[in-house]
RNA sequence: AGACCCAUGGUGUAAUUGGCAACACAACAGAUUUUGGUUCUGUCGUUCAAGGUUCGAGUCCUUGUGGGUCUACCA
């Protein structure tokens, strides 16, 4: 093994060389990812997943996944393993075995000790509207607690019969003595333990008193041995009371370094507004196509390396950002366009026939599946006299010499078949077009074309004989407003975008019938689709993942 | 009101740590194309402001301006 020297791709990384470079924890770096296990992981998290295994991958450390489980309140199981199954997917493996915070309960307690014994906690008996009280202003300093003289015996005693069961819920708390005049109010005696006559989805009964962020977050990171400890930027002001625990306890000296968040125009990330789109009944769950969530996200088909490749783009500074749909959108064509096999669908059909085909023939034609990969092979396609077209595809009367779709009296040619020449349609009392005619070129077959006839557009069709119907899923942001959250006086639900689903019939090659779930295509001309859950043999179901590109104008 | 953080093209990030401002996305124009996709080429910028240090400042200093974070027994 070299030591290669690595270039620092951002500001953490810069962090990282130089305490390699002065030999820091012997050269060792090791991250950490500690969601509180209470939801879904968001687009928001990949976010922090990626800079956490990333960082470390890059310079050989390991990265720890830790739930971050001190309050038993809102923390379940069933989210522990979908946090698990969606890193995986993402594409992480995290050091050993998962971490919870409550597996150091014991040990947190012990530090707790130390605090009180070296006289800087104490067991408060104000209450939580005094201690806020207490707490005094931005700008105004606090008062001391009544409380805040008692001896190390007298707190070590208290303290005691605090986990012990002894007292109610609220009637006390440990709090750190630092000082109630502090500029940064988390250093104004913040409180540690609060008691809470509660069972823990992991440790059950075996505690009523339960550790704070402040005494269980960086404790852990110590516990650990982590020497970066990646957080977003609205800790900062925690890291002094970090750093505070980590000398008054003399424990490992993980560092904090915080990084901005990030947000991406039309989704938002907020645990509780997310959880109340599902409550209301606004769609239809964590994994709902439309939301920021990763099984979202997967469900919609934006496969992993998009995310990943996402995230990474888009860098690790400190300054808020907005990351556009534009950016997230290109990283998921990026992938698709290299891997989804092409299939054709008509989404909008109208009938089309060739009226001097043969009725009552198939012919089976090859196309390739993929042509930025010929290992992708090719397939067979039915064709036939009457065929499905995009009813988008067809005009009365073409509006501009540009156009070259079907028209009367225009040649385009079907894709992997025969170039045909537009005769008409026929409309029904609304001037709706019910069936529009063609003839062929016998000769034009794909492949082998003679007949020297130019069609400059290329169209995607289905044999109407051989398509079978789809339930395509047509998505659009949830939102009508990039930044729904963002107005002051108004809320976001005002934002919520009515044609965010879009439930169509789609005429598809029959090929399409036995695609299996998550599996993605492109829809030729379309986009990119990807098979729902719901989706069963006699009704397959497909997402709109995102759409193709077009610079189609008219 | 105090403390802390941030400020580079329409958007997001770079700039060998003081040495001729780069990359990606978007947009626009053109070439190629049996997907109006992909691919390829081209076009679009003196770094929030004002001072200062320096031969030289996006980078350092000062003062402003603008934005963000913080007063949960949540994380």
Known sequence: ?????????????????????????????????????????????????????????????????????????????????????????????????????????????????????????YVDESTAAEIEAQKGDIGVPGKNSPFRDRSAEE????????????????????????????????LRDPVLYRIKHEAHHRTGEDWCIYPLYDFAHG?????????????????????????????????????????????????????RKLKMLIEEGLVTGWDDPRMSTIAGLRRKGYPAEAIRNFC???????????????????????????????????????????????????????????PEDASHGTRQLPFGREIYVEREDYRKEPQNRKYYRLAPDKDVRLKSAYIIHCDGHEEDAEGKVTQINCTYYPDSRSGEDTSGVKAKGTLHWVSASAAVDLEVRMYQPLFTDPTPMDHEDRDFIEFLNPDSLTMITAKGEPALQGAAVGESFQFLRQGYFTVDPDSTPARPVFNLTVGLKSSFRG
């Not at 707190?155 to 502090?182: Q, Y």
């Not at 669908?345 to 026939?353: E, I, R, W, Y």
């Open 1 to 121: 093994m070299s030591s290669p020297t690595h270039t620092a791709d951002n500001f953490i990384e810069e962090i990282i060389v130089e305490d390699l470079a002065n030999g820091k924890h012997g050269g060792r770096i090791h991250t950490r990812f500690p969601p509180e296990p209470n939801g879904y992981l968001h687009i928001g998290h990949a976010k922090a997943i990626v800079i956490n295994f990333e960082t470390a991958r890059k310079f050989g450390g390991r990265t720890n996944l830790r739930m971050d489980d001190t309050n038993p309140s809102t923390e379940e199981t069933l989210f522990v393993e979908n946090i698990q199954s969606d890193i995986r997917w993402l594409g992480y493996e995290w050091e050993g075995e998962t971490r919870y915070a409550s597996d150091y309960f014991e040990e947190l307690y012990q530090l707790a000790l130390k605090l009180i014994d070296k006289g800087l906690a």
């Open 155 to 186: 707190n070590r005693d208290l303290f005691t019969r605090m986990r012990a069961g002894e007292f109610p819920d609220g009637s006390r708390v440990l709090r750190a003595k630092i000082d109630m005049a502090h500029p940064n109010l988390l």
């Open 219 to 271: 404790q852990s990171d110590s516990i650990e041995g982590i020497t970066h400890s990646l957080c977003s930027l609205e800790f900062r002001h925690h890291r002094d009371l970090y750093n505070w625990l980590i000398e008054a306890l003399e424990i490992f000296p993980s560092r904090q370094i915080e990084f901005a968040r990030m947000n991406v125009d039309y989704f938002i990330t907020s645990k």
């Open 312 to 370: 990474m783009h888009t860098g690790v500074t400190r300054r808020d950002s907005q990351q556009t749909l534009d950016l997230l959108e290109f990283n998921v064509r990026e992938v698709l366009n290299r891997d989804a096999d092409r299939y054709m669908a008509v989404l909008d059909p109208v009938k089309l026939v060739i009226t001097n085909y043969p009725e009552d023939q198939t012919e089976w034609l090859e196309t390739e599946n993929n």
